[in-house]
């Protein structure tokens, strides 16, 4: 089976690099300064290229560098993966659009017909990658006051309902949702359902995995706590009959030298107020977030202190927003690296770099060759 490699695509703006954690691009800025790009300045006046038009670069850049597609995240402060995949699908020929999304703020009717007009008019590039909610003040911000497991269990029986409807004529009544002789318009159904991609790393999220997952999704983490993580979701769908895939989602900082990445991170590093380095404590109740602080080490002992084994470093939150852990060395390290997640059974990865633009021309021209020499990558 061949390996899927997707693109995280920003949502929300990006940085110029991972040495300063200043945004110079997007970011709902209303109002460009000098340096920043989309929107940009010239003669002084906003030069009319959008953040918009910047994320549709990314689309494009990593469409043509190698990637099967592109992640959408989704949180509070970004814009919405669905209108975004609608709006990008035009900007490629056969780039996937994994479009993240909390199954509690949509009613799975609905999230049904939505999908299946996307299908229609994308040829099938539409990817899911459900979410449950990391819970704490972001949950709230969406008005969810449902408890974390509680989650799961609305998420399992909200994908039970999408697919019943996809099916047509479907009757349900459970414990979130009911409807009665559901189904799709005529000239919407029969288009391909799209496959899953499930994170969380609870008890609960691992359960519905088993139910729902095509691909099981997780951050990356020392790998032998993925080897463990992907048994339990190999036990739990064995129990249902089911055999999943995984998937991982990491960031990656890739060189012609190792002496070259880690020199990006050091400076990044040494730009670290004490404020900074106190950031990720918490505040949620997402288990993976808490599973990847219990793995990371101590930034006081210096920025290779966080290196938890040869390449893995637990410190890109410091860095950039989003997950702890990710690749850091030359372009064969990495690609060394990648090749052992796939020896652990990984069969699709989410990459990502700052910039995304940048890294995504870099990361396709001089580490997926690397790795297409011994897997079969699929090729966009």
Known sequence: MSIDIY???GTHGDQPSLRRRTQSRGGFVDVPV???LAPGLRDGVPDGYSY?????????ASEAAGFVGGLL????????????????AQQSRTYRFMVAYQPGFLHPVQAARLTASLQAATGGRIVYNVISGGGGPAQLWWGDKVSHDDRYARTSEFLDVLKGVWAGDFSYEGRFYRVEGAGLPKDLAGQPFPEIYFSGSSPAAIEAAGRHADYYLSWLEPFDALAAKFAQVRTDAAALGRTPRFAVRLDVLARPTEEQAW???RRGFENLGPEALRAFEGGGDSVGAARSRGFTGDPSKGYRGLEVAPNVWGGFHLLRGGP??????????VAQRLDELIGLGVDAFILAGVPHLEEAHRIGENVLPLLARDHDITIP
Not at 55 to 60: E, T
Not at 78 to 88: E, F, I, Q, R, Y
């Open 73 to 88: 995240p989704s949180f509070p402060g970004t814009d919405d993966p669905w209108a975004l995949a609608a709006s990008l």
């Open 324 to 333: 702890v852990f990710g690749l850091v060395g030359s372009y064969h390290q």
């Open 52 to 60: 918009a038009d910047h994320v549709a670069d990314v689309v494009r």
């Open 34 to 36: 000098p340096g920043q």
């Open 7 to 9: 693109w995280r695509v």
């Open 263 to 265: 020199d990006e991170i």
